[in-house]
């Protein structure tokens, strides 16, 4: 069949679902992926044929997106900070979102006094995922020393192949922060993109998300939404140096009420900053008056 021909039949599938633009990006996802075929491939030939054998894993991953399930899930793979990471149902898709928080830890780190250069920065990140945050840290910040933890044991197996395939090296330790006692460790920075999506906050999610992506790391009750933020600034309290500085990704709708949580814990020059689209979303602050 014609390559084009399968393209028509994708927009004509999925268009109920999806914008035109994210189903012209999937089709170009999946054609690079299985069949090696550049994105303007059909440019240069319009008329390309396929032959069965190629064109099958194209309607089978057609049949898995009008399932909704996410385009990254189905090829195993996305891209985060330009580094390639391995994904699978046992891990989040890293957002976009995440991409600034760690672009803001980078900045400031990397502005420190030029006498600080070769000291060595401690960097935690608690409930790693995919390992898209460390891994970026690390990759960036060559002074860093990166250990990240998750309660997922198949999430770390994923955060470690992660680590491998982008060269990256990062301690990681499996680790239930709501069960940590006083656990000993130093830190100069913790970051943390922990779950904070409200159950009550389902109905404005999307099925791809709801019915794919692992609720543990998504979720957290009504009754109690900052449940993973009073752990790790306690956590934080106890591991952060005097001065060291906590990174958080946050609910758009909780910003204000973790500001307050954080002065309350002595924590100070805390800043709130908006995400690419003008959400509140991330949070820096340092330990210490
Ligand atoms: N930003 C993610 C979403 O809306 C949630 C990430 C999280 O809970 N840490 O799907």
Known sequence: MQLKAIKNIFHKELKGIYPKEEIDSFFYL????????????????????VTKD??????KALAQLSNHRPVQYIIGST?????????????????????????????????????????????LDIGT?????????????????????DISRDALKIAKKNALSNNANIDFEIMDILAIGTSGGHYDVIVSNPPYVRESERNVMRENVLDYEPATALFVPDEDPLVFYRAIIQFSKNNLVVKGLLFLEINQYLGETIVTLLKQHNFSEIELRKDMFGNDRFIKCRYGR
Do not use: Y
């Open 129 to 149: 995922g995919s390992g898209c945050i460390a891994i970026s840290l690390a990759k960036h910040l060559f002074q860093a020393k990166v250990v990240a933890v």
């Open 54 to 59: 190629e064109e099958e894993p194209l309607f």
């Open 79 to 123: 891209t985060f900070m330009d580094m390639n990471f391995m994904v699978n149902e046992n891990v989040l898709i890293p957002r976009p979102e995440t991409e600034e928080l760690v672009r803001w830890i980078i900045d400031d780190l990397n502005t420190k006094p030029k006498k600080d250069e070769l000291k060595e920065i401690r960097v």
């Open 30 to 49: 999946l054609i690079e992926h299985f069949l090696h075929l550049e994105r303007f491939v059909l440019t240069l030939q319009p008329n390309l044929v």
